[in-house]
């Protein structure tokens, strides 16, 4: 996932163009010989891509035209007389409050979520890596939250986070500190689904940096410690920014896959309290199943979708210009 | 390891644990929870660990209905796997080792990105629509590939890193020798990326194990998986926690097996071209 030649080829976009033809009779000849080399290869490769071309479209372009075409009606199985309502739906979700913050919290539960992750990702991986023995074992098991099916985990956070018979309001309780109605109340939901994002999903990133981790050359470290580079600056100045690429490429695909977080709020909180949870996700699934209306919840699901291109887009583009102040 | 450097460890080794601790307790909890009696479950002070009472255990095995859930899981994510890793192959070598010297453009990758990125939503309810058209509703063929196309994104994803940490020579090589493109991806290049296609298999077969909605919104009664049986299991045990943990503890425990047996192959998947051990 984060080699770099595939990241540069995402963020320059292009590598050396196909060299021309040269004029001239030898250059017919030549021209013939490379293009009957290339005619082969071009088909070889278009069949190579077709299976994953037409999987893909399964997901990409069959279902995106038909959830465009639904968000463009009112359609609902209750009503039989569908009728094309244009930007009608858009239009009223830019109008609804609830749309709106549901945007909000969406970008919210996103960048603190990922944040955190990233910070006790990273600080883990290293912890991790500076163990002699026993390492690898430690990481398995690190990384049984992130391979526990959601759902199993939910109902378990459900039952821990319990207000009054939850274990961890007792051991709060036996602490002294005060032992909140985590699920039920304005203020704790979204901090708590935050908080169980980042226990499922550290180990994610956590894998990602220890891969980095053991990129790094030890005698970029040796050489440091000889001219007096002290732990943390060594931290800073050398494994850091060697890890960029891997944290970019951490950070979008967590990030992508952070916004369409559901299962936790389905299962904890519906949402709620109130709205306090609810996600642009949620809000569409809400939308279209619970309420059935069709044509609101694809129109609130794209526009969704929008929020994830226009993120990636500028992640990649963080990513170029990261390569160009390095390369300049 | 001097004594001074054993005590400059610490914080990180606290730390370490600290972490550990929070990363394991839910699941001990979870554990914990299944082995006790059904009022015990939530009575306080808890019951931290009495004994191992696997009543619980048998009571869900002896419901079939969890049991085939269990099997269409596995089904489902077997044959996912299969096709991911089959597509994202055979596509990752298509586009690192063949017509190199054509311009390459990060469009085509930056699609296949995209597909992650579609709401679920927005997948599940025009596949909904289709498949009551096409008969597809309430069937596992039907789920399969639905969760193909949103799994086959990240396994390519990971399959075109790893060929391109093969150098191309090779193929070239393979060619000048007589292979066709098929001959050299089968016989030659294909082996070596093996590493990276266990890590991609391990990764798709955790994603579509661990798979909700789509499940939940594309079957029924007659194909329905593991993770959407314990969604509704709350309706059929009227509300028996132990039970629901002993469920859940089963659920986990493929996907942690699988992890633990190729836990190296899913770093290496995950960080494809920069990782030694």
């Not at chain 1, 959830?67 to 009223?92: I, M, Q, R």
Request: with cysteine; aromatic share 10%; glycine share 8%.
């Amino acid at each position: 996932m984060t080699n770099p030649e595939t990241l540069d080829t995402l963020v320059t976009g292009g590598g050396p163009g196909i060299t021309p033809a040269p004029a001239g009779d030898a250059g017919v000849q030549r021209r013939r010989r490379t293009a009957r080399r290339r005619d082969p290869q071009r088909r070889a490769r278009r069949l190579f891509l077709a299976p994953l071309t037409v999987v893909l479209a399964v997901v990409t372009i069959v279902p995106f035209l038909v959830a465009l075409g639904l968000s463009l009606t009112n359609a609902n199985p209750l009503n039989h007389s569908t009728k094309f309502v244009g930007l009608g739906n858009y239009g009223s979700l830019v109008e609804d409050g609830s749309f709106r913050s549901a945007v909000l919290i969406t970008i919210i539960f996103t960048v603190v979520a990922v944040a955190v992750e990233l910070g006790l990702g990273i600080a883990v991986a290293v912890a991790l890596n500076s163990l002699r023995r026993g390492g690898s074992v430690l990481r398995t098991l690190l990384l049984i939250p992130m391979a526990a099916a959601p759902i199993a985990v939910m109902y378990d956070w459900q039952l821990m986070l319990n207000a009054l018979s939850g274990v961890i309001n007792y051991v709060l309780s036996l602490v002294g500190l005060p032992q909140p109605d985590w699920l039920g109340s304005n203020s704790f939901a979204l901090p708590a689904l935050i908080a169980i994002d980042v226990w499922e999903w550290t180990p994610f990133i956590m894998v990602i940096i220890v891969g980095g981790l053991s990129a790094i050359p030890q005698e970029i470290y040796e050489a440091a410690k000889v001219d007096g580079a002290a732990g943390l600056q060594q931290f800073m100045r050398i494994t850091l920014p060697l890890l960029k690429p891997y944290i970019m490429v951490a950070v979008l695909f967590r990030s992508i896959d952070a916004l369409k977080t559901f299962d936790s709020i389905q299962v904890l909180t519906s949402g709620g309290p109130g709205t306090s949870t609810t996600t642009v996700n949620y809000y569409a699934f809400r939308e279209a199943i619970n309420n059935l209306e069709f044509g609101r919840g694809t129109a609130a699901a794209i526009c969704l979708l929008i929020i994830a291109i226009v993120l990636s887009k500028l992640l990649i583009s963080r990513l170029r210009q990261q390569r160009v102040t390095r390369a300049g | 390891m001097s004594l001074f450097g054993k005590f400059k460890a610490l914080p990180s080794r606290a730390g370490l644990a600290i972490y550990a601790i929070w990363a394991l307790f839910p699941i001990y909890w979870l554990i914990r929870t299944s082995l006790v009696p059904q009022f015990d479950a939530t009575s306080l002070p808890p019951d931290w660990f009495s004994g191992l009472n696997f009543s619980a255990y048998a009571a869900v095995f002896g419901s079939g209905q969890f049991l085939t859930a269990l099997l269409h899981s596995l089904i489902v994510a077997l044959a996912v796997t299969v096709i991911a890793v089959v597509c994202g192959s055979l596509a990752g070598y298509g586009l690192t080792h063949l017509r190199r010297h054509a311009r390459e453009k990060g469009n085509y990758e930056f699609w296949v990105l995209s597909s992650r990125m579609a709401p679920p939503v927005a997948v599940a309810l025009p596949l909904y629509f289709i498949y009551d058209h096409i008969h597809l509703e309430d069937t596992l063929i039907g789920l399969i590939i639905a969760q193909a196309s949103i799994v086959v994104g990240v396994v390519a994803w990971i399959m075109i890193e790893a060929f391109r940490g093969i150098p191309v020579e090779i193929t070239e090589a393979a060619e000048v020798d007589g292979c066709s493109s098929w001959t050299a991806f089968r016989r030659v290049v294909m082996p070596l990326a093996m590493p990276g296609a266990v890590g991609a298999a391990t990764i798709s077969f955790l994603l579509s194990w661990n798979e909700f909605l789509l499940a939940l919104v594309l079957t029924n009664t007659n194909a329905r998986t593991g993770p959407v049986a314990l969604y509704q299991f709350i309706g059929y045990e009227s509300l028996n926690l132990s039970q629901l943990a002993a469920a859940s503890c089963i659920l986990l425990i493929p996907t942690v097996i699988v992890v633990g047996l190729f836990q190296r192959q899913l770093v290496s998947g995950l960080t494809f071209g920069a990782v030694k051990g």
